[in-house]
């Protein structure tokens, strides 16, 4: 057994994340092309509906990420560069699992995003993350008072059957992992301001795909 093995308990999340970003829909990130204008940002936010790190619970905590980066995220290693957001609500022990997990010291999924991204990190904190998703995925949202505003609505149009999803299974570049499910939607507000990062916009592409990660294999 490997020493990180050795000190990384027994753990599992799963729940709904999403983005909303500076490409055209859909986000060709998505689909392992590169972005519509040649580089990216966005706001990246999970959602644990459930989850334990060993004896620590993590049900209903949420992470918030931005980033940027240049070129084909899954082809090349360019200046690419990230900040991350944690619940404010989690106690000690939780902060110090989601640190794990979201940092890449766990292993599963996340270990192999931060190693092929390698992201220079700009900051880390904590903060009231409010996160909004709907049952029936008709909308998503994200919230850090002052900080970011991040609001979407699922994609449709002339042909789509009211209240149908537009929805992709096996995408070739899913954000979190093989075997999850995509549904499209519009970015309505996407609005930022911290650590450096900068953008009001509207009208670009945002999607949430199920997340569902144990490790620490």
């Known amino acids: 057994m490997s020493e990180a093995a050795a000190v990384v308990p027994a753990w ?11 490409c055209n829909i859909p986000c060709p990130c998505s689909f392992a092309r590169p972005p519509t204008f040649g580089d990216c940002d966005g706001v990246l936010v999970w959602h644990i509906r459930e989850g334990n790190y060993g004896e620590e619970r993590l049900n209903d905590l ?4 931005l980033a940027s980066f240049v070129g084909n995220v899954w082809a090349e290693h360019s200046d690419a560069y990230a900040a991350v957001f944690l619940d404010e609500r989690a106690a000690p022990g939780q902060l110090d699992a989601l ?3 979201f940092g890449g010291q766990a292993g599963s999924w996340p270990a192999q995003m931060v190693t092929m991204l390698a992201p220079q990190m700009r900051g880390m904190g904590t903060a009231p993350i409010e996160v909004e998703i709907d049952t029936d995925l008709a909308t998503w949202r994200a919230a850090i008072p002052g900080k970011v505003d991040a609001r979407a609505e699922a994609l449709t149009g002339p042909t789509t059957p009211h209240g149908a999803r537009v929805q992709s299974t096996n995408l070739p570049g899913s954000e979190t992992g093989p075997g999850q499910l995509a ?8 609005r930022v301001d911290a650590f450096g990062f900068t953008w009001n916009r509207t009208g670009q592409s945002s999607k949430t795909i199920t997340f569902d990660w144990s490790g620490p294999d």
């Open 12 to 22: 599992h999340v799963a729940g709904d994340w999403f983005d909303v970003c500076k």
């Open 62 to 65: 949420n992470v918030l990420m």
């Open 99 to 101: 640190q794990m997990i």
């Open 183 to 190: 549904t499209w939607g519009r970015a309505g507000t996407d």
